[in-house]
């Protein structure tokens, strides 16, 4: 999807006085550009932190483009939160 510095974006409050016609070509529009970008996103909730992960997943491949937060930083948290439970236990 290609545009000229002249279109804008208008934000989702003023669309609702928008007519169906253009309602529908907007999100057409919306599926040709992720189609020509072929990337696909997964949202999952992590069990152990109870976070949203996002997940850019390649169309083609299936491969993980990119996690958001990425797998380090779940584990990370995780450790940090029984490092914390172990601290507590033990002055408890």
Not at 16 to 43: H, M, T, W, Y
Not at 75 to 83: D, F, G, Q
């Amino acid at each position: 999807v290609s545009r000229s510095d002249n279109d804008t974006v208008q934000p989702v409050a003023e669309s609702k006085s928008s007519d169906p016609g253009k309602l529908k070509q907007a999100v057409q529009e919306i599926e040709k550009f992720v189609q020509s970008v072929k990337r696909n996103l997964e949202f999952s909730i992590d069990e152990a932190s109870g976070k949203v992960v996002v997940k850019v997943i390649a169309s083609e491949s299936g491969l993980v483009v990119r996690q958001i937060p990425s797998e380090e930083v779940l584990k990370l948290a995780e450790s940090l939160n029984t490092a914390s439970n172990v601290l507590f236990d033990a002055k408890a």
